[in-house]
């Protein structure tokens, strides 16, 4: 299928525009953050304070000579782009940098005691211990009563309104409020997606954030391998702390404790979840390019190979959807099966709209959706999408 023209790139150096705020004013901000995190001493706190005045005024400086992964960051673009007001660069590209220079700061990778520290330890246990999560562990206890069916629903609603992180599960996909204008779930792919699960092979999941998101993904996977929906789950994370709250290897351990220890139903999830882990049939994969500042048209080969023979891959989050699609301004209505043509096999998307990064919506969704709210939908969390291309890295009829 061919591949529509590209969309200009987004780029950071647009005052009033959405990725300028978070590069001028969130990025400082989860520095103040970090900073009050831990007892940092005077060594990482000043190198906060440098990179506080870099990331705002200054411009990119290659890693460290010694750093492991500098050749790495070269080849992804850090060469070529020293020098360059971090504004200028490709949005996705500085923000991505910005993590792995805040990691930096805090000697996340040097030798020393405080080697492998998470910076965003504390908030993500916070949001971990919640009681919401309590909530919606309690929850499961209803669904048990269910038809499979709604069941189905449940969870998969629970993991898709779980990258908004304030929401409990919901049995409908819908629950807009009477009157809205436009619904809060923009597509709606659900059903293409069950079809894709055949009972048997390994479903990847690209994972987004910890705690609250983590947990409703971790008993969607539960469900899956418990119905014989499939029978294995490759489920990838960050090598490192990234983007504040998304998920590393730790934080999967910690969630499933966490669901394990937690009353009632949630408990026997828990188990499950502990005995795949054991057999080899839910594995955690931190790849490096899970946190590259690239998207997934330059997946590299060993990736292409697993996503190609998994029977289908769910790509959870905003940022994850943003370099499946491409980080550009496309127009809306641009078809998510145009845009996803490339990907190795078939692809889920479940995401709520936090970027002004869209594609395969219906022009009428659009009208509305710009009637009702301006531009704020694509960026306030309040809407979502499940978006299905099955037959991408598949051979097409003769
Ligand atoms: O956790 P998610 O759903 O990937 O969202 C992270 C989001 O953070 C932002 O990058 C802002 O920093 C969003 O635009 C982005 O895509």
Redesign the pocket.
């Known amino acids: 299928m061919p591949t529509p023209p590209a969309a200009p790139l987004l780029l950071g150096n647009e005052p009033g525009s ?1 990725p300028h705020s ?1 590069l001028a004013e ?1 990025h400082p901000a989860i520095i103040r953050q970090v900073r009050d995190s831990f007892p940092y001493g005077p060594g990482p706190r000043r190198a906060l304070d440098a990179l506080l005045a870099n990331c705002t005024r200054g411009v990119v400086e290659p890693l460290p000579a010694g750093a492991h992964d500098r050749d790495r960051w070269d080849d992804w673009g850090a060469a070529s782009y020293a020098g360059r007001s971090w504004f200028d660069l490709p949005w996705l590209w500085s ?1 991505s940098w910005f993590y792995r220079c805040l990691l930096e700061a805090v000697g996340y990778f040097a030798p020393g005691a405080w080697q492998g520290v998470d910076p965003f330890r504390p908030a993500k246990l916070r949001e971990l211990d919640a009681p919401e999560t309590d909530r919606e562990l309690a929850a499961l206890d209803a669904l048990a009563d269910l038809p499979p069916a709604d069941r189905d629903r449940a969870l998969l609603a629970g993991s898709l309104w779980g ?1 908004r992180a304030d929401l409990g599960f919901r049995l409908s996909a819908g629950g807009t409020g009477p009157g809205a204008a436009v619904p809060d779930l923009v597509a709606d792919d659900s059903d293409a997606f069950w079809a894709l699960l055949p009972g048997s092979g390994t479903l990847c999941l690209v994972a ?2 910890a705690g609250r ?1 983590l947990v409703p993904d971790l008993l969607l996977i539960a469900h899956l391998l418990e119905q014989g929906r499939i029978d294995r789950v490759v489920l990838h994370v960050k090598p490192y702390p990234y ?1 504040v ?2 998920a590393t290897t730790a934080d999967v351990l910690d969630a499933v404790r966490r669901i394990g220890a937690a009353p009632g139903a949630a408990a026997s999830y828990g188990r499950v979840l502990w005995q795949a882990m054991t057999e080899g049939r839910l594995v955690p994969r931190a790849h490096a390019f899970s946190a590259a500042p690239l998207p997934f048209a330059e997946l590299p080969g060993d990736l292409r190979e697993e996503f190609a023979s998994a029977v289908v891959t769910v790509v ?7 370099r499946l699609v491409g980080d550009r301004r496309w127009p809306p209505t641009t078809p998510f099966a145009d845009v996803t043509a490339r990907f190795p096999g078939p692809v889920v998307a479940l ?2 709209l ?2 002004d990064v869209v594609t395969g919506l219906d022009p009428a969704t659009v009208k509305a959706l710009d009637a009702a709210e301006g531009s704020r939908w694509r ?1 306030g969390g309040t809407h979502a999408l499940i978006q299905v291309n099955a037959t991408c890295g598949r051979p097409g009829p003769e």
């Open positions: 959405f978070v969130r923000e990258n987004d954030n998101e983007y709250s998304d959870k989050g905003d940022l994850n959807y943003r995401r709520t936090k970027s960026t």
